[in-house]
């Protein structure tokens, strides 16, 4: 049965151990922002929310300020290239996890006109070149389906100079 929960205790090297399998299947909305936040994925469009006291733009955008609890409702746009905060690479491949096969990288990316970086995956990189500071362009999929990976991954910018 697809809900059923498995749970047995047995005994291994002296010890009492759980052993089992727990599915969870939900159904879960997007919600307001969200939603469009993925509706302009769809549309190759990059939105976030400006906070109309303080400013800051947020991206992925988020109902409420964290700087200062305003109500957020103004909707920007935002460039496809940003510049790369921080990053990780991954050496090991877990289907359930990792929407590719490893190695890659996953970065945080501020995107130009956000306050706030985006964590997605990083493509047609060579990895050890990776460097917090360079720029990256999104690199949406061909067909959008109106979600976070329409946004395949972000590719590294070739640079005028070297500086
Ligand atoms: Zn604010």
Redesign the pocket.
């Known amino acids: 049965m697809e809900n059923e929960t498995t749970f047995e205790i047995q005994e291994k090297d002296g010890l009492l151990v759980h052993q089992g399998v727990i599915r969870v299947p939900y159904t879960w909305a997007a919600g307001e922002v969200a939603s469009r936040f993925y509706a302009g994925l769809r549309e190759k469009k990059v939105l976030g929310l400006r ?1 109309p ?2 400013k ?1 733009v947020l991206v992925p955008p988020k109902k409420v ?1 964290h ?2 609890f ?1 109500d957020l409702t103004d909707w920007v746009e935002v460039g496809d290239e940003g510049v790369l905060q921080t990053f990780t690479v991954v050496h090991y491949s877990e289907p359930d996890l990792h929407p590719v096969e490893a190695p890659f990288a996953y970065g945080i990316i501020k995107l130009d006109g956000a306050d706030t970086g985006m964590t997605h995956l990083i493509g047609e990189a060579d990895i050890k070149g990776l460097k917090a500071g360079m720029r990256l362009k999104a690199v949406f999929r061909h067909q959008p389906q109106g979600n976070y990976l329409d946004i395949a991954y972000f590719k590294p910018i070739e640079e005028a100079n070297h500086g």
């Open positions: 906070c006291a303080c800051v300020c700087r200062c305003s």
